[in-house]
């Protein structure tokens, strides 16, 4: 990734950046010719309505008042059957000892070093903070075989590929989720070494000794980019999750993923993290996210510009064989702003003893709130033959236009008491 470093000479004005807790602003700039691309004449509009989405997401969840310009093209990157480049996005310039930064000698990423800057100016001379391609291959049937974009902006993307949740992504790395480092040879500057500053978000990546490496020798901090034990330490995310966050830094160095990801996580609860490398069909939550952008210095706005979906607490925990529809409700933590849509998974883990459609049936998998804040469903078990109580498991997934409470939460085990005999009912009565 081609980054311009510029030392910021605007050091003259002495106002004042607002206290700001109104989203940012971003403005796409097409960059492609008339007919390709985003300009696609079939595909066009729909890439153009999911890439204004994924920013929306962003700007909605973002403070600040200087509009980040995002310079977007679709192009045939090519790639194979298996395997090809999806898209890459990254800061256009980096900026440091501006007036008003709040950690000097460090490199902030423009779009941020606009936000903190006490000159409301634009840095990077008006035209782009954030610059965006994407792999118009995707489309085609030899590039991935059959999967393509998918451009929904739901979270139905089956076997294609969420353009949305892709953009999501790489905006992350555009708004400064992103090391300068590296160690392949491609970079700007010898291995493991920085542009004469590192930048900032270095700063929260430590070893598991709690050397952070910006501080390290070298030699240490090349080793520790493919040590598989690099961890992110700011107070945002070590007081939301009550520990460091680990990153990814795989024994082999892999470029454009390693140390500018959060490590996979073992899959839990069908949620994952934004940014780790690589997104599965699993719903996308932004908790770590969100706080190593607040450690780096942009103020957030988000998740509360969302609301929380979660089941309610006081849905009943057990159900008995034959007593017919039993109400679950799942809430809202505010009134939506626009429509709310989940998936109710059934035996999510795939360990449940009770069998959908045969021990119990769920009157609906599709959760929806169009307004308001809660909506209800209902389990029904009948007696069977079964001498014995069972357990069930549903789990929210696939939200659109929520998010998740906490990720525990959002999953729930239910059991089914065994019914079958009259002493059963007379114990009941
Ligand atoms: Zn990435």
Redesign the pocket.
Known sequence: MKRSLIFSLLTSAALLAPLSSEAVTITIQYNDGPSEGFNDATLGPARKAAFEYAAAVWANRLSGTINIVIAAEMNPLGGGPTSALLG?AGPDSAHANFTGVPISNVWYPTPLANQLGSTPTDRNGGTEEIAAQFNSDVDNPVVLGSTDWYYGLDENAGTDISFVRTCL??F??GLG?VGFLTTDGNGDNPDGTYNTLPGVFDLFIENNGGTDLSGMATATRLAALTSDDLYWNGASVTGSIGSRARMYAPAVWEP??SY??FREATPVLGVEEL?E?ILNGDSIVMTHTDNAFADIGWSILGPTALPQMDFDSGNPVAIAEGSGAQTFTVTLTSTNSQPVTATLQLNPNGTDTATPGVDYTVSSTTVSIPSGTSTTFTVTAPIDGNESDETFTMRLTRMVGAEFATAPTVQRTITINNMSSVNDWQVLE
């Open positions: 890459f992504h790489e992350g790395h989720f454009g993923s500018s990801h940014m490398p």
